[in-house]
């Protein structure tokens, strides 16, 4: 599997989705929402392929993501599917790293099969910042690494991702994979992720 395919199963992991299954152009990740019928996850950008589909797709709220820049895809589809905010698939080989919490913050590790979760919270329980993590083959598949506004700057979003990393290790896991917008490229890639694609997301008209 390339990266975005791993990605769409560690996806389908950290969010309890069904498994991906193929299709004539990827793979088809079902999510079942009244907002997201599910995914086509394109492993290479083709600019027959990406059409094509684009006009098979007869159900509302359908999204497709294709290893692909923005300027390249869009204009390829139908002028009514709506393009979602630019985003990034990135790798890097997993290192072992433990920042420390602040004074005041407590890490809590949850697991349920292969999916991993990391809330840190302060000392009166509020969440102030959490991550989830799916293992595949190896992979880990980083996803909703989220700092609340009143704590950022301290440094939890790192603590999280060190978090996960360590556990993901422990678990045999040897690489990691996420999706990316553009303020986390910058992050990440000072944290020594490499950018491997732009990835634009689009979503079929809803009715």
């Known amino acids: 599997m390339n990266p975005i395919e791993i990605w769409a199963f560690g996806y389908a992991v950290t969010r309890s989705y069904p498994a991906p299954g193929p299709v004539p152009t ?8 009244p907002d997201q019928r599910g995914r086509f996850v394109l492993p290479r950008f083709d600019r027959a392929v990406l059409p094509e589909l684009a006009r098979s797709v007869d159900e509302p709220h359908t999204y497709i993501e294709v290893p692909a820049p923005r300027e390249v895809a869009v204009p390829l589809l139908p002028e009514n599917w709506t393009a979602r905010e630019r985003a990034y698939l990135m790798t890097t080989t997993l290192k072992a790293s433990a920042p420390a919490l ?3 913050y407590e890490a809590v590790t949850s697991e349920d099969g292969a999916a991993l979760r990391i809330d840190i919270r302060n000392e009166g329980g509020e969440l102030a910042a959490s991550g989830t993590a799916g293992l595949v083959d190896g992979h880990t598949v980083f996803d909703q690494i989220l700092t609340q506004p009143e704590h950022r700057r301290l440094g939890l979003g790192t603590a999280v991702m060190g978090a996960l990393t360590q556990r993901s290790l422990e678990r045999g896991a040897k690489h990691g994979t996420l999706i990316a917008s553009p303020d986390g490229r910058a992050l990440y890639q000072t944290l020594g992720w490499t950018q491997w694609s732009e990835v634009t997301s689009v979503i079929s008209p809803g009715r």
């Open 26 to 33: 990827g793979l088809w990740l079902d999510v079942g929402k």
């Open 102 to 104: 602040p004074p005041g």
